[in-house]
């Protein structure tokens, strides 16, 4: 449906148009409505349209590679969102869906060419838009870099596996030796004291099979535990690596994204200034003719 200049002016990307230029933009975005669980776009469709939110809800989400979901951005009134894969003209990274009756302003390239052309300094809001993107991403990184491999492991263990994390850590500890050495002493004394009588004499054959026993079992156990450590070891190592490579690809995706507009904006005023120096030869000529 056709637009109306007032929605634009309330948008903060289009704050520095006058109304000719308000006007002229308005013929030719458009205004569309979302029903609540309509997907606006999804990950890998062609980038050929961005949106700006007048009123609703919407929710710019992506699938890591844990195939896990994560909340990109939540745009206010007057923010846009799919503008910077829609510049870049690459696939769309991420997806966004109304969970409410949704109303958006639909932005195609050529709209955004015509913008510049009649108003250079809208370019400047552009950019500020691409750098708002940016913190939005950066803090994205932080946040999944702050994930815990512990947590990771820890969801997903057996009750086993959780036994014998407590056996390996009570058995290396020095209580463990403390009260194993006091047990050995007591046991020793009272059958020394108990002399004929004592059910386990010396050489104390029942003790050494029951500490035979003993060891037989805990070292299985506490092999079990140094295995359950060596993964959590190699979480810790691959979630330092994904982070590194989002972070890295992150910020060369927008740095590609920031080169793009500002080359656009730099074309966009040499053709300004072009037309400025063919608008001023011929008021020159106009004027020798005469």
Same mark, same amino acid.
């Given at each position: 449906?056709?637009c ?12 520095l ?87 958006? !302003? ?5 709209? !955004? ?19 708002k ?18 947590t ?20 290396g ?37 029951v ?8 070292a299985? !156990? ?69």
């Amino acid at each position: 449906m056709p637009c109306s200049p007032d929605v634009l002016r309330d948008v903060p990307l289009f704050a520095l148009l006058d109304e000719e230029e308000l006007a002229v933009l308005a013929s030719q975005v458009e205004l569309r409505n979302f029903a609540p669980r309509q997907r606006i776009f999804k990950i890998g469709d062609a980038s050929t349209r961005a949106y700006v939110m007048v009123d609703g809800a919407v929710q710019v989400s992506t699938i890591d590679d844990d195939n896990q979901f994560v909340l990109v951005d939540e745009p206010i009134q007057g923010d846009v969102f799919g503008f910077a894969s829609m510049l870049a003209q690459t696939d769309h990274q991420t997806e966004a869906m109304a969970h409410e009756p949704t109303q958006c !302003i639909e932005l195609e390239l050529n709209d !955004i060419e015509v913008l510049l052309r009649r108003h250079p300094d809208a370019g400047l809001d552009l950019m500020k838009v691409m750098g708002k993107q940016y913190h939005t991403a950066e803090r994205l990184i932080r946040l999944r870099a702050s994930r815990n491999p512990n947590t990771v492991i820890e969801e997903a263990q057996t009750l086993g596996e959780r036994i014998a994390d407590a056996v390996a850590s009570f058995g290396g500890s020095w209580t463990f030796i403390i009260l194993f050495a006091l047990v050995l002493i007591i046991y020793t004394a009272i059958n020394h004291a108990l002399g004929g009588r004592a059910w386990d004499a010396y050489p104390f054959i029942l003790l050494n099979l029951v500490l035979s026993c003993l060891a037989a079992v805990q070292a299985p !156990i506490i092999m079990m535990s140094q295995n359950r450590q060596e993964t959590r070891d190699r979480l810790r190592a691959e979630n330092d690596y994904k982070v590194n490579l989002k972070a890295e690809l992150e910020i060369q995706h927008l740095n590609e994204k920031v080169d793009h507009l500002l080359q656009n904006q730099w074309q966009r005023l040499v053709e300004i200034q072009q037309l400025q120096i063919e608008l001023l030869n011929e008021l020159v000529h106009g004027r020798h003719g005469r």
